[in-house]
């Protein structure tokens, strides 16, 4: 069944909503950068940022994965992992976990998890 216009603004507007009110409270700076989340549809995408200079300090996403034919979460996992080995190459070893306006469970906590596997504090 097809959503309505005023239902898809109003989905928009709740996520934009939650969105707002995490990164009110998580400001990531040179001691401690944000590590930020993007979930689509087709995969996931972390990005380590400084807020103050306004510049991504390390990413990876689920694209740079050479295995094929993992599920959704352990593609995250790995994620995590990856975005974690990057940052210790940069001497980046504690961040703030930003989880945008998505909810801290499944996809989002397991790449949380693999970052944590990997050497990240949070």
Known sequence: MAKTTSELTSRQAMRRRRHNRVRRKVEGNAERPRLTVFRSNRGIYAQVIDDIEGRTLVAASSLELKESGLS??????KVGELIAGKAKEKNIDKVVFDRGSYLYHGRVKALAE???????QF
């Open 72 to 77: 959704k979460r352990e593609q995250a996992e």
């Open 114 to 120: 693999g970052a944590r596997e990997g050497g990240i």
